[in-house]
């Protein structure tokens, strides 16, 4: 697959909004109030009445998180912020029975080292965005979610799960030879605790929708149906809060997980390119990669 250029795509993100999404202004006059805008791996559509988007995964089959997809969702996600139209965000998938399946293993496997940390640079920065948003970022998880997936869902305000017997959602790194990095296993601990987290990563638990409730991985269960209904229910309970005193909130109970990534964040991509071109590790990606084939044939 190939892979954008992250330098090309740090300058677009700052480059402020630009027209074909959200205007700087939210509505423009004579527009309907819904609009669906972008294509590709990310669909987004926008209530201008609202102030809401509904951010669609759609990087089919299973929604991977790869260099490509995880460029059009800074981008997409980086319009939203700077439009001030924009209060809330719902981050759901339009694949069947997937909300993302992770990391694209593609991604980890055969490459060259400045692949590898070019890709997690843009791993952190997708997690970095999404976790410190100013919007409020409700997760309507119509599908399974495991690994990356899990820590998208994570790092939002609130978590909507369909309560289908078939999903899944948990952080699995273990049970693929991997290891979960400090600020996914961060993540986790501000979501269920500490005690909760350390048999969850240890064994690469992936839990029912049930089971992510009771320990509060997720935070509302609802039958698949009533999940978009529901999350635009929620956001206007959150979109009752004053922006400011909400974001300040936020960002107080949130900055210190960030700030711990931010100030080793080089190490971070460092510690990822060493453990993911050991020769094991390569084989134990293979190895999956080659039973997820047999399953498939």
Known sequence: MAAVGL?????????????????????????????????????VELDSSAGVAVMKMENLPVNSLSLDFLTEFLISLEKLENDRGCRGVILTSGAPKIFSAGLDIMEMY????EHYAEFWKAVQEMWLRLYQSNMVTIAAINGSSPAGGCLMAMSCDYRIMAENPKYSIGLNETQLGIVAPFWFKDTLVNTIGNRATERSLELGLLYSPPEAHKIGLVDQLVPEEKIQTTAAAVMSQWLAIPDHARQITKSMMRKPTVDRLLAHRESDIQNFVSFITKDSIQKSLQMYMEMLKQRRG
């Open 110 to 113: 055969g490459k060259s080292a």
């Open 7 to 43: 330098t090309f795509v740090w300058r677009l993100l700052r480059s402020g909004p630009r027209p074909g999404l959200c205007g700087a202004g939210g509505r423009e006059p004579g527009a309907a109030p819904r609009r669906a805008i972008g294509h590709g791996r990310v669909a």
